[in-house]
């Protein structure tokens, strides 16, 4: 699938991104193994979230199929999934393997969990290797890539981990396993990452302990920099509703085309602003962006407000560190952002950016390039001057960020810029093309 963008237009109206997808995986996963039915609203009908869906339906739970964003889950309890016949595909989705490892480590059955070309490629040894060391039994493929091939083993013994890297995949993975381990598992993370597991947890019912351990960052001191959070293994989840914020990650092109894009004015509602997630806004803000949070209330454990953006000026920052974790996932759009602010950007401390979908430093740093603009990749990060890109082709490698991220940059090039290989922009944001259409993007989908 082929994007073409043509420079121009604006970014009006109001409109709802699609349901968050880290919270949609977690509501299969943790309504699949509650006691009771699980009715989950606002769901991400998007292909990573379905491969979670199709996993737990493999392994006997039954889930009717999603409609406008309601599903429902008749969960089994914890001990209650059925070993699946054949190997679970994840297609194109880090989130669903690295979960599910942990989750499947605690069963008494075997698994093996294989993915995409992409998926493929990425490190599964940052679950794997903690996973032993509670005692299950699993392998990854060559390099530590995917497969994981989980073997039914002894029960699971709690551990204190600290994280090497501030990763919400590996401190999920290892609190779903600890629900299967004997006592306490306890892990420790450098700063705050998306917490989304542990208010889920909660919400239905499981105790889940958070621990601060260092509070220096004045500005997300309610998470803490460092924190431990803990969970026992004998407890129980009792079903309930879970009501899906709309992704915050998902709203961020919007959130940065309206700001770059003269004359624009968007409102995006009920938008997930969890702490952990909220990255984006800040560094927008820093920047100059002219964006406000209205009707900001909660549903069930999540955050969530009605965001409005309008055009602004931006100036070059230097991206503060604390902000990566917190805005992992947008940081194409970020660089893209960069490009439209008067001045230098320079982010560092985001080497975590060459293992996502795809190795996002290089593949935004060379289709910059390409089509004029100025970023100079680093090890971890990126260098980004003021500049205006010409009109051409760029490859988005399948990653369905960067294909998004390059529309939105289209809007202010001298020319239209063909995006490659996007059929998976589906895996997060099914509908994008229509609804950046209908809010004023001069988009066309071949
Ligand atoms: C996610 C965590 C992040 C993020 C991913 C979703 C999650 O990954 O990039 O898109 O739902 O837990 P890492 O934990 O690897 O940073």
Excluded at 46 to 70: K, Q
Aim: proline fraction near 4%; charged fraction near 20%.
């Amino acid at each position: 699938m082929r994007f073409t963008v043509s420079p121009g237009g604006s970014i009006n109206g109001e409109a709802k991104v699609p349901g968050d997808k880290s919270i949609s995986h977690r509501s299969i996963m943790l309504g699949s193994i509650a006691n009771g039915v699980t009715e989950v609203s606002g769901f991400l009908q998007g292909a990573d979230s379905l491969a979670t869906l199709a996993a737990f339906r493999e392994m006997g739970v039954s889930i009717s199929n999603p409609e406008n964003g309601r599903v429902r889950i008749e969960g089994v309890g914890k001990n209650g999934l059925r070993a699946p016949s054949n190997d679970i595909d994840l297609g194109n989705s880090g989130t669903s393997m690295r979960l599910l490892a942990g989750l499947l480590s605690g069963q008494n059955f075997g698994s093996t969990l294989i993915g995409d070309e992409s998926l493929s490629k990425r490190p599964m040894n940052r679950v794997v290797h903690p996973l032993r060391t509670m005692g299950a039994e699993l392998d990854s493929g060559e390099a530590g890539r995917p497969p994981i091939a989980i073997r039914p083993g002894n029960k699971l013994k709690g551990i204190s981990y600290e994280l090497p890297v501030a990763s919400a995949q590996i401190k999920s993975c290892l609190l779903l396993a600890g629900l299967y381990a004997e006592g306490c598992t306890s892990i420790t993370e450098p700063g705050p990452t998306r917490d989304h597991t542990e208010r889920m947890l909660r919400s239905l019912g499981y105790a889940v302990e958070t621990k601060v351990l260092e509070s220096s960052n004045a500005e997300l001191s309610a998470e803490g920099a460092r924190s431990q959070i803990t969970v026992i293994g004998d407890g129980e989840l009792n079903g309930g509703d879970i009501k899906v914020p709309t992704d915050i990650s998902s709203a961020a092109f919007f959130l940065v085309a309206a700001s770059i894009v003269p004359g624009s004015e968007l409102t995006l509602r009920d938008v997930g602003v969890n702490p952990t997630r909220t990255g984006i806004l800040h560094i927008l803000w820093d920047m100059g962006a002219d964006i406000t949070l209205s009707n900001e209330r909660l549903w069930g454990a999540e955050p969530v407000a009605d965001i409005t953006v309008r055009s602004a000026s931006l100036q070059g920052i230097a991206i503060p560190q604390r902000y990566v974790p917190l805005a992992i996932d947008e940081f194409p759009v970020v660089f893209i952002a960069a490009l439209a602010a008067s001045g230098t950007t320079v982010l560092t401390g985001a080497r975590e950016l060459r293992v996502k979908e795809s190795d996002r430093i290089a593949v935004m740093a060379d289709g910059i390039s390409a089509l004029g603009g100025a970023a100079t990749a680093t090890e971890d990060g990126m260098i980004i001057e003021s500049s205006t890109l010409s009109g051409g082709r760029v490859d988005s490698h399948g990653d369905h960020r960067i294909a998004m991220a390059f529309s939105v940059a289209a809007m202010l090039a001298t020319n239209d810029i063909e995006i490659e290989n996007c059929t998976n922009v589906g895996t997060s944001f099914p509908g994008y093309a229509e609804l950046a259409q209908s809010l004023g993007m001069d988009i066309r989908v071949a």
